[in-house]
């Protein structure tokens, strides 16, 4: 039945076109705000150079095989997947990996969206703020010149405090992500991301040369550079670097398989998977140093995990010149990065829903983001009323996790690396080889078996390792 069903979604219009919309998926939040507060945790190079590593050993080679498995079935994650296991002659149950990942990446929506919604309001703030010197005369007025730094920390948990403005702001970046995926994947995704990604470039480019001009800008090579081995072999920061490379370049959940059955037949799949995950880590490492010479320039530390984009920040934007105008263009940057991965993260269970029901794309969109934009709020929630609870307690490492790092800890350290290790088995294991090696575009010289060899081999085993590790640190220390 699904072999014959015909294709119920449409092409991208052109490999640009795909390449923008997935390096759109691939750029967001992780790279802005999850990868500067994991690598200043994680102390600096040491996490930087396992994380290269694990995007070039583990993540790239994953990313061509889940393009490959969307681009082979035209359709969504799971009837992509449970197509090429038929004609394998693999068990359909093969199919159940992208059911955990459509499941994951719901997850990461929900509590996503609330992180968007804390840049929605931080753009709040620095445009009032910018308004302000505006009208004062003083454009290039430091960021929150009327605030002193105490005050301006005070934000971050002045905000945690408010569930009425989380849950606003929430909502309106869950209605954005879902207006858009409702428009269809031409008329919004790549619409959203031939005009999103271009300007968030040209604002990553501006903020960097500002960066390097008045902030401390060898400090910031220096800390992301200069790595650290002892550090670096610690199994805490190899399974913080792989879970990092896996949100970061948006695997194990499937966006890449929805993604890639969007691609049509010339697009070279090999090719531009090495350019999805080179660009996604490049824009990772600028970001570092963007952030790291404003942070390190006004002497504060570089270790203040998730907050170091909200209070860090603009503590250290309040005593740089320009600071007002720079704080608003940042957040505005991470908004649109936001944006074009939310709506990754939505189309998976979208093109499900149209395909398997037959319901109409906005029909389904619209179920889909009233639904997150609900659960969403018990992460909301998480950080004031239900503060206390511990949904997840009964798990090994999430004694301590709230609502809110409940669904991150879950689909970051579990659900995707989980499913991560299905499809590198799959793929390199149990579908049909003929069908897999055309998909790749490289059959032509060496990249071939070592793209084999790292898919069935190193992925699983070093999937497995992490995963085992992580969850059980005290098997190694
Ligand atoms: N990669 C995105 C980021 O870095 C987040 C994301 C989008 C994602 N789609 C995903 C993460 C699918 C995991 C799975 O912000």
Redesign the pocket.
Known sequence: MVATSPAVHPHWSSRAAFVLAAVG???????LW?FPAEAGANGGGAFVLIYILCVALIGAPLLLAETLIGRHGQRSTVESAMLLARQSKASSAWASLAAIGMV??YF?LTF?SVVAGWVLYFIGTSAADVARTLSEGQPFAGAYANLTVEQIRAQMPDLFADPVKMTLTHFIFAAATTFIVARGVKGGIEVAATWLMPAFFVLLVGITIYAGLSGDFAAAVRFLFTPDFERALQPQVVNSALGQA????????G?MVAYGAYASRETNLGQTSGVIAGADTAVAIIAGLAIFPIVFSVGLTPDAGPTLMFQTLPAAFHSMPGGALVALAFFVLALF??LT??V??LEIATAYLVERFNMSRAAAASLLGAGFFLIGLASVLSFNVWADHRPLAFLPGFQNAGWFDAFDGLTGRLL?PLSGLITAVFIGWVADRRLVDEETGLQKGPLLPLWRFLVAWLCPVAVFLILLFGLFPQLVS
């Open positions: 998926s691939a750029v967001g939040l992780g790279n999850r994951a990446n990461i996503y896996f949100f970061s370049l948006s695997l194990g959940g966006a990065a936001a991965s939310s990754s993260l995707l």
